[in-house]
């Protein structure tokens, strides 16, 4: 899944999108434009798009598409 930070999340520093495997995560029902909360081991690859691997997410607010 291939997410964008918010503006004033640190990982901006390092780039504006981020690439998250979601193969290992539970299915939260997030969808296109969803706002998500992603927790990472701490490691950033620094690539284009950035890469992180997830611990766990969690579903802020839904949006339908």
Request: net charge negative.
């Given at each position: 899944?291939?997410?964008e930070p918010g503006l004033d999340?640190?990982?901006r520093r390092s780039g504006d999108?981020?690439?998250v495997s979601t193969a290992?995560?539970?299915?939260?029902g997030a969808g296109?434009?969803?706002?998500v909360t992603v927790f990472?081991?701490?490691t950033v690859m620094e690539?284009?798009?950035l890469q992180v691997r997830p611990i766990d997410w969690e579903l802020v607010r839904f949006?339908?598409?």
């Open positions: 899944m291939l997410i999340d640190p990982i999108k981020v690439w290992n995560l539970p299915d939260i296109l434009d969803s706002l990472y081991d701490g690539s284009y798009p949006a339908p598409h």
